[in-house]
């Protein structure tokens, strides 16, 4: 045990020497201000058109927008049901007397964590999984390591959880930038403000029947929870691709590529039954929580994490396979 902890730390160590982390935080540093400053604009802009700060009268304009889209006969047949079922919830939310985006620190984290979830936070995982392995036989310290009286899976092993480690620390990171800064403008209030959750689409039919109020708090944890499954996955899977491919900016395309086709293959395949079965296809499991129609038919909050699951499990399974049959020095 003794040894597996001190390969755990020898390897969290090369990490932190690569700077991977201090990347991360640079990125959120200078990118979640952008953001920050996006989402004020487009309050303000809204405010000034509607020339009022009540959301009510904001949210019945969304409202009225949308159906205006809806009477446009040229619309797509799926962004009319998915602007179906968003004047559907939106009127749920006027209804009941519920602002969906209520000004505040914890509501700009769970947008952030509800957009991010499908690219954003993937490419941050990336960036410390796709080459530690791959990074270790180009430059050919994995020759030395090999040549130690261990066994070549407990090496494996033990990079592998150091990468979870990372990519909990990173998913950290990314919740407390979000508050931190986003409450500079947003204020730091709101994490016990009423979310409803509990959406179900039946055949482009928004289902209201289970819907029921949360704190946001809770909402936010469930959020994160999906996020922190999702970047497992994705970390798993590059995982794999920094055991077969030696070239580290050759695996980091191939997964930037798999990442991007995701949302291409979302919006222009819908008629293609075998894309559902894509990983980055499913990487929107938020999506589920807040009731928004699924880019593919056919999908599912239990059939998209079924299928990240399959694709983690046969990607360490692969990871290890190759690891511990193959050369990997030379």
């Known amino acids: 045990m003794r040894e597996f902890a001190n390969l755990v730390l020898n390897e ?22 952008l953001f920050v400053y996006a989402q004020y604009r487009e309050v303000e802009t809204t405010q000034k058109r509607l020339g009022t700060t009540d959301w009510k009268v904001s949210l019945q ?27 559907e919830q939106q009127q749920y939310y006027l209804d009941h007397d519920i602002n969906p985006m209520a000004p505040g620190a ?26 530690i392995v791959s990074g270790e036989r ?5 020759k030395m390591l090999l040549t130690r009286p261990i066994r070549r899976w407990k090496i494996l092993l033990s ?3 150091t990468m979870l480690f ?10 407390l930038f979000a508050y931190v800064l986003s409450g500079l403008v947003f204020g730091y209030s709101g994490w016990n403000l009423p979310v409803l959750t509990g959406f179900v689409i039946d055949k482009e039919i928004l289902n209201t029947n289970f819907v029921h109020l949360i704190p946001q708090w809770q909402y936010i944890l469930m959020a ?11 970390g798993t899977i590059s995982f794999m691709v920094s055991v077969l491919i030696r070239n580290t900016p050759a695996g980091m395309g191939i997964m930037l590529a798999a990442l991007i086709a995701g949302g291409i293959l979302s919006s222009f395949a819908t008629s293609w039954e075998g894309a559902k079965y894509i990983f980055s296809v499913n990487l929107s499991l938020t999506d589920y929580l807040s009731g928004k129609l699924p880019a593919l038919q056919g999908l599912s909050m239990g059939f998209s994490l079924m299928n990240l699951t399959v694709w983690g499990v046969v990607s360490l399974i692969i990871s290890f396979v190759v690891f511990t049959k193959q050369d990997m020095v030379n």
């Open 12 to 33: 969290s160590e090369k990490v932190y020497r690569k700077k991977r982390i201090v990347v991360v935080m640079l990125i959120l540093a200078i990118l979640i201000p």
């Open 61 to 87: 304009q969304q409202i009225v927008d949308s159906q205006n889209r809806l009477n446009n006969s040229r619309l797509p047949e799926e962004w009319r049901d998915w602007l179906k079922v968003r004047v």
């Open 106 to 131: 914890p509501t700009f984290v769970r947008a952030f964590i509800e957009q991010g979830i499908t690219l954003f936070i993937p490419l941050l995982v990336m960036i410390v999984a796709i080459d």
């Open 138 to 142: 180009s430059d050919g310290t994995m």
């Open 159 to 161: 990079k592998y959880v």
């Open 166 to 175: 990372f990519i909990s620390l990173i998913l950290l990171l990314v919740g």
């Open 224 to 234: 994160y929870g999906l996020a922190w499954f999702v970047a497992i996955v994705v």
